[in-house]
């Protein structure tokens, strides 16, 4: 049986939106009476979305619910916001597959462990955000990789988000043909935090390419999973032609980030430490506490590029 083309996505009116709103290309969206964020569990008509969220300029995502939430209590410290000590509550706590946190113009959210499920909660965030009618909103993932080659610890900010082929496309099958979209971020949103990290000067911070693939294990080049289907010979040849191929780091949901909210008309980056140089090992050997201080690194360093942006534009 012949397999169905690819189709190559073209962005359309998409570009000619810029930064400025947010945007879905959805016409059936218009035929709803409620648009309900099941995931989310929030609505058009059981929520005012725009009271609610209309002032976030900041969305910042990440895998672990713990993790946002201490994220969130940080960014409240970090902007002077009041009762910044307390627990933020989860405005999500209708739902147990995510979790939301609030700290002013900063919204930060769980969105789980690979491609499917934050792609399932970007659909609803971008969604919510367009019901908000917010503006100027920039999307970061905050999250843990593999390293290739660098020191664990180290932060990676992401020029090119690429698949196991080491190509920058994200391919998704809709209804039964392969879709494939593009998955550029913006460069000069990448210079901005490189240089927050050269500004903070406590962990070394650089660019790289970051390889997203489906599974942690094999689709990782990984020995140590239940199955394993190569060798170490073979896993080190690989993990060389990503170092050539630019590739600095490696996790689970960098190229749907990019692929949707380039579609979204959104400024997007992905910062990750790496918690382990993968020439080295695969396996997370590293104390607790030494693994929790690498996490802490990219809220770090995302704490001061968002303060920078709102002392900019006068917010704070």
Known sequence: MVSPPAVQETMGSILRL??????????HLDTLDEDV????????????????????????VGGSSRRMKAFARFMAAELGLPDAEADPPNICAGTDRYAMYKAGPVLSVSHGIGVPSICVVLHELLKLLHHARCTDVTVIRIGTSGGIGLEPGTVVVTQQAVDGAFQPRFEQMIL???VVRGTELDGGLVAELLLCGR?????????????????FYEGQARLDGAFCC???RDKQEYLARAYEAGVRNI????LVLA?????GGLQAAVVCVTLLDRLQ?????????LLESFQQRPQRLVGLFIRKRLQASGSV
């Open 259 to 263: 692929a949707m909210c380039k579609l």
């Open 281 to 289: 090992g695969d396996q997370l050997s590293g104390s607790h506490e």
């Open 199 to 215: 500004e903070l000067s406590q962990f070394e911070t650089v660019a790289g390419n970051t390889m997203c693939t489906m599974d």
């Open 18 to 27: 810029g930064r400025d709103c947010v945007f879905v290309d959805n016409p």
């Open 176 to 178: 039964g043909r392969p």
């Open 251 to 254: 996790e689970m949901e960098a």
């Open 230 to 232: 190569f060798s170490e």
């Open 37 to 60: 964020l099941y995931h989310l569990a929030l609505g058009t008509s059981t929520h005012d979305l725009p009271a609610m969220f209309g002032d976030v300029k900041f969305v910042c």
